[in-house]
């Protein structure tokens, strides 16, 4: 089955600065790759996802890259706001399915003003 | 659009009790799905529904755990008897029709906390 790795756990920069999470998986047939923001308290968001028929897609101040020959996809935020604290996660489809996501366990994002 | 949501949003429970968590999805999502974060772990796959049918709940840990969705509009999740290890936060996701081989953003609700004593 899929098994997804996610680093760092936690991570702290100063407002400004960008941010890079980095995620793993191990299901070569894994071709879906979304990224969910939880807020304090709130449900986790999808903020950003990418198929595998592509390396890289941008939205805003948000980026995510793809390399699946090596298997790694990551998530980057530049000029990161305090509003961007929260918890990451990544995620991938287990065994080729198209619903049956497997998490990363998540990195707790601190931007401080 | 009202998303996502669950009921009740904690619940304490002692061990051996019986505990139901409800979720509604959004309205016109046939796919529902239910997942678990045990503290400082990952969010687990626990089952997915189509509309009143369980499609795959090969993440369901043991048969202390029921769900059931019937009518194909909210669902229950059910723990009895409650151990310690089934405290996390049970989270439920919604996603409109899969076609084959394409994706659909799944909705999350807010979650339930359950803490077993």
């Known amino acids: ?113 | 659009e009202a998303g996502v949501t669950q009921f009740p949003s904690h619940s304490v429970i002692e061990k051996g009790q019986t505990v139901t968590l409800r979720c509604d999805p959004i309205s016109g999502h046939d796919n529902l799905y239910w997942y678990r974060r045990v503290m400082g772990k990952e969010i687990k796959f626990l089952l997915h529904f189509v509309k009143e049918s369980k499609q795959d709940e090969s993440g369901m840990p043991n048969n202390r755990f029921l769900a059931e969705r019937t009518g194909g509009t909210y669902s229950t999740l059910k723990v009895q008897p409650a151990e310690l290890e089934d405290s996390g936060v049970y989270f439920c996701a919604s996603s409109q029709d899969l076609a084959t081989w394409s994706y659909n953003e799944q909705f999350f609700g807010p979650g339930t906390r359950l803490t077993v004593l």
């Open chain 1, 1 to 113: 089955g899929e098994n997804v790795e996610q680093h760092p756990s936690t991570l702290s920069v100063q407002e400004g600065d960008s941010a890079v999470i980095k995620c793993t998986y191990s299901d070569s047939a894994s071709n879906y790759f979304p990224w969910y923001k939880q807020e304090l308290g709130k449900r986790p968001q999808l903020i950003i996802d990418i198929r595998s028929n592509v390396g890289e897609k941008k939205d805003q101040r948000i980026a995510v890259t793809l390399n699946k020959t090596a298997k790694h996809f990551s998530l980057h935020i530049t000029e990161t706001q305090p509003e961007d604290s929260a918890v990451y996660f990544c995620a991938a489809p287990k065994g080729g399915s198209n619903y049956k996501l497997t998490f990363g366990k998540g990195t707790l994002l601190t931007v401080n003003p």
